[in-house]
């Protein structure tokens, strides 16, 4: 992916971030991550129904690597059963440490590829993904 592509997909997630905006309902799980060198904090509710994650939502305040990250997360999670999810993420972590991982699973997820040059914005890109870590364990 050319550095505009990924430039411009990570723009508009931060600027029209999907699904931003908690529910109030008592099926959803909510799990708070914050970055302790930023200002970076994330509310992120995870409903799951019968294995599948069903839907995902967001709010907090957030550099744009983080936003965006929690924009495209939620993107490429709705829909996925545990087993699914954890490839995924499995994909995810090894991209941004820098190991060989599977493009076609991550689909935008790779903008954020290059990121682990940079070591604290590659906290900002992992972020949202500590509490899909989380519902992963509970699932």
């Known amino acids: 992916m050319d550095?505009?592509?990924r430039r411009n997909i990570m723009l508009e997630n931060y600027q029209s971030p999907y699904h931003r905006g908690l529910v109030q309902n008592e099926d959803y799980l909510l799990f708070n991550t914050s970055n302790e060198?930023?200002?970076?904090?994330?509310d992120i509710q995870y409903q799951v129904t019968d294995g599948i994650i069903t839907d995902i939502r967001f709010d907090g305040e957030?550099?744009?690597v983080s936003?965006?990250?929690?924009?495209?997360?939620i993107k490429t999670f709705i829909g996925k059963n545990k087993e699914e999810a954890l490839d995924i993420l499995?994909?995810?972590?090894?991209?941004?440490s820098?190991?060989?991982?599977?493009e076609t699973m991550l689909k935008d997820l790779v903008v954020y590829e290059d990121i682990g040059k940079q070591p604290n914005?590659?906290?900002c890109a992992?972020?949202?993904f500590e509490s899909l870590r989380k519902l992963l364990q509970k699932m």
């Open 3 to 5: 550095t505009l592509t």
């Open 37 to 42: 060198s930023c200002i970076d904090h994330l």
């Open 62 to 64: 957030a550099c744009a």
């Open 67 to 73: 936003t965006s990250a929690a924009s495209l997360m």
């Open 90 to 96: 499995i994909n995810y972590e090894k991209m941004l």
């Open 98 to 102: 820098g190991e060989a991982y599977d």
């Open 121 to 123: 914005r590659k906290r």
């Open 126 to 128: 992992y972020l949202p």
